[in-house]
């Protein structure tokens, strides 16, 4: 695996650092679309990778319609020219306004949010009084994963009361279910059908009181096959664009590459077996216990400790590693991963060749930005 990440101009590389490979982010494209069985299914989610690089390639492979999570994101595919926006974070108040500021000023994008509650209901619908717009609204629902969302059980309310307010329309149901990840596929596909169940008889309840049919966005990444599998529902994988190898071990049979990877250099051997790494938990996504990292050419060794700015190992095996060696590194989970750098350097036919700006990285706007 080292050699197709390998960099023949590696002097020009500061680490800890980022690696993007296009070619692997195009060839990533393509099988979501060929899971999902066309471009029409898919609402691809930004916040893995933040880049305008990789928004771009996805439009031009015929993706207009993305998911958010921040403000920051939004208005990155605000700036993208994308036809259809989906924040999928229930706002509050200061981020609503924000919102509406954005839809009145980029009339020609279409802007949608989640709810799952009645006095955000409210609320929405009162700023959306006060500014003059209809706001767009998915009912976010909670199947299992217990983080955001209203039980199915209780839904049903909810969609009343958003189908008969005026100053809000009902775009559909979402559902995120990243709870579901047993290694099996078979398995897998079966608890997602089991979990999607009570979705099933909320639309059954929808149906018999005169409502259409609503539209659902499903899943994430591990969900993303399961549910491709139903036929009208869309699809929001994100982490399948870079891939990480948190997904890799519980999606062992994906077509998606690890398109990314971190790089870091051996600056000390404190002790014998030892080695330090300058790849500490300010350079790579820390939420999990070690290792957060898997270093190629080292997947044997112990993981012993990390602290800001340096990760310490334990190799026993012989070897000819040298201070200032570079060394390639996996990471575990590449969303927070991303969010620590500014920009990723470009790898092409084993070359450095520029940057990857990752231009979504602040939670912090103005209010009139």
């Known amino acids: 695996?080292?050699?197709?990440?390998?960099?023949?101009?590696?002097?020009?590389l500061f680490t800890p650092g980022l690696l993007v490979y296009p070619e692997k982010v195009q060839k990533n494209i393509?099988?979501?679309?060929?899971?999902?069985?066309?471009?029409?299914?898919l609402i691809p989610h930004v916040k893995t990778h933040k880049m305008t690089a990789v928004i771009k390639l996805q439009m031009l492979a015929g993706i207009r319609q993305f998911k958010c999570a921040t403000l920051s994101e939004m208005q990155l595919l605000i700036r993208?020219?994308?036809?259809?926006?989906?924040?999928?974070?229930?706002?509050?108040?200061?981020?609503?306004?924000?919102?509406?500021?954005?839809?009145?000023?980029?009339?020609?994008?279409?802007?949608?949010?989640?709810?799952?509650?009645?006095?955000?209901?409210?609320?929405?619908?009162?700023?959306?009084?006060?500014?003059?717009?209809?706001?767009?609204?998915?009912?976010?629902?909670?199947n299992?994963?217990?983080?955001?969302?209203?039980?199915?059980?209780?839904?049903?309310?909810?969609?009343?009361?958003?189908?008969?307010?005026?100053?809000?329309?009902?775009?559909?149901?979402?559902?995120?279910?990243?709870?579901?990840?047993?290694?099996?596929?078979e398995e897998r596909i079966s608890k997602c059908n089991a979990d999607f169940e009570p979705i099933e008889s909320l639309v059954n309840q929808i149906l018999r009181a005169g409502g259409a049919v609503p539209e659902i966005i499903t899943g994430g990444s591990p969900s993303f096959y399961p549910h491709a599998l139903r036929a009208k529902s869309?699809?929001?994988?994100?982490?399948?664009?870079?891939?990480?190898?948190?997904?890799?071990?519980?999606?062992?049979?994906?077509?998606?590459l690890n398109a990314a990877v971190l790089i870091t250099r051996l600056i000390?051997?404190?002790?014998?077996?030892?080695?330090?790494?300058?790849?500490?938990?300010k350079a790579v996504a820390s939420e999990m216990p070690l290792p957060r990292v898997e270093i190629l050419g080292?997947?044997?060794?112990?993981?012993?400790?990390?602290?800001?700015?340096?990760?310490?190992?334990?190799?026993?095996?012989?070897?000819?590693?040298?201070?200032?060696?570079?060394?390639?590194?996996l990471p575990y989970h590449i969303c927070p991963t991303v969010a620590k750098y500014n920009r990723a350097y470009t790898i092409e036919e084993g070359l450095h060749t520029g940057y990857w700006e990752i231009g979504a990285r602040d939670y912090q706007l103005e209010a009139n930005r």
């Open 298 to 329: 080292l997947e044997n060794a112990i993981h012993k400790g990390q602290s800001e700015e340096h990760l310490i190992v334990e190799y026993t095996e012989e070897n000819d590693f040298k201070v200032g060696d570079l060394f390639y590194a």
């Open 234 to 256: 869309l699809l929001s994988p994100g982490t399948t664009l870079l891939w990480d190898l948190g997904y890799r071990k519980i999606w062992k049979e994906s077509p998606f």
């Open 30 to 41: 393509n099988a979501m679309i060929s899971i999902a069985g066309g471009i029409n299914r």
């Open 80 to 142: 993208c020219g994308v036809d259809r926006i989906l924040l999928a974070h229930q706002p509050t108040h200061e981020k609503m306004q924000q919102f509406i500021l954005w839809q009145k000023e980029n009339p020609k994008q279409v802007f949608t949010s989640l709810v799952d509650n009645v006095d955000s209901l409210q609320l929405f619908s009162t700023l959306a009084k006060k500014n003059g717009v209809k706001i767009r609204l998915w009912i976010d629902i909670n």
């Open 144 to 185: 299992g994963m217990n983080r955001t969302g209203i039980l199915p059980a209780k839904a049903f309310s909810l969609y009343n009361a958003l189908k008969e307010d005026t100053h809000l329309e009902f775009q559909g149901l979402h559902v995120y279910d990243g709870h579901i990840r047993p290694l099996d596929l």
């Open 1 to 12: 695996m080292l050699d197709e990440f390998k960099v023949h101009n590696e002097d020009t």
């Open 268 to 281: 000390s051997k404190p002790n014998t077996n030892l080695y330090c790494f300058d790849l500490g938990h």
